[in-house]
């Protein structure tokens, strides 16, 4: 059902996305204007990006099997760092835009009249309909690869909205060069969403720990009150925020026979997941007493 609505959601703003960027790009060819007609090709890369998405969940969607004991979930963040690699050449292509105008500020021609103006406001405001949007449902359905986007298309709104600004100012007696300088300041923007989506997906595809001391020390004590434990080690995670799978070794007292131990195990795991829930999968290995203190490892 998750991965079904995530899908229903990149279909919806696949549509959104291409009507602004049909608006962008014909009105970027009328006026001559090279800005708008590039940031008519970024929400191009809003489309494209959007069927990657789909056919990127349409494989995380698919159960364990043979091949992928753990499953598909980290088809889900490879989409999203290819949604990444396009916010990339994004960024790329506005830089070297900036740097154009920058060396050759006469060839600026950034004056579509009102109606262009009034377009692109139209147009701002879809995207950040759209942002807002994909950004509540990646809350909701717990998808990285929404938020991701999401993240992508506030770039967008932002470069459109620094096209905007500088029309403005222009048509107020600023010289043409002015939208450069306006630009700069969006590309930081952009690149700061492109670091934040690299490390968030490079963790995930990475296994990094998602355990701070105080969440390994909350599971100790939860596996520590169920009786017949006398302490743990060797806690291990990885996966992503919402789906974390667990290992850990618990020491029983070796008054209790195997079957007993087992059950045990299973008790932690099910006090385990009852207060963390973003939990779904534990390993718990039973362990004869050792000279060990209880930690990490």
């Not at 990646?138 to 993240?151: I, N, P, Q, R, V």
Request: aromatic content about 10%; some cysteine.
């Amino acid at each position: 059902m998750r991965y079904r609505e995530i899908k229903r959601v990149l279909l919806s703003i696949l549509i959104l996305n291409w009507i602004v960027a049909f608006a962008k790009i014909s009105l970027g060819l009328l006026t001559g204007a090279i800005s708008i007609f590039s940031d008519g090709i970024h929400s191009l890369f809003d489309g494209f990006t959007n069927i990657i998405g789909y056919f990127g969940i349409k494989l995380a969607e698919k159960p364990a099997d043979e091949c992928h004991a753990y499953g598909h979930r980290k088809y889900e963040a490879i989409a999203s760092q290819i949604i990444l690699f396009f916010l990339m050449i994004a960024a790329w292509e506005i830089i070297k835009e900036i740097a154009g105008n920058f060396s050759n500020p006469a060839k600026l021609n950034l004056n579509p009249g009102w109606t262009g103006i009034a377009i692109l406001a139209v147009c701002v405001i879809i995207d950040v309909f759209v942002a807002r949007y994909e950004l509540k449902k990646g809350k909701e359905l717990k998808s990285t690869l929404l938020k991701a986007d999401a993240m992508h298309t506030k770039s967008h709104y932002a470069t459109t909205g620094a096209v905007i600004i500088g029309l403005l100012l222009i048509k107020y007696g600023y010289p043409p060069i002015i939208d450069s300088i306006v630009a700069t300041f969006v590309v930081l923007f952009i690149i700061k969403m492109i670091y934040k989506i690299l490390i968030e997906t490079t963790s995930v595809l990475s296994d990094k720990s998602l355990f701070a001391k105080e969440e390994t020390e909350k599971i100790i004590n939860i596996v520590n009150s169920v009786p017949g434990v006398i302490s743990c080690h060797k806690i291990r995670n990885r996966g992503d925020k919402e789906h974390i799978f667990l290992d850990i070794h618990i020491i029983i007292d070796p008054k209790y026979s195997l079957e007993r131990a087992h059950k045990i195990c299973h008790e932690a795991i099910g006090k385990i997941q009852s207060i963390m829930p973003e939990i779904k999968d534990i390993t718990a290995h039973p362990e004869p007493p050792q000279e060990r203190s209880c930690g990490l490892f």
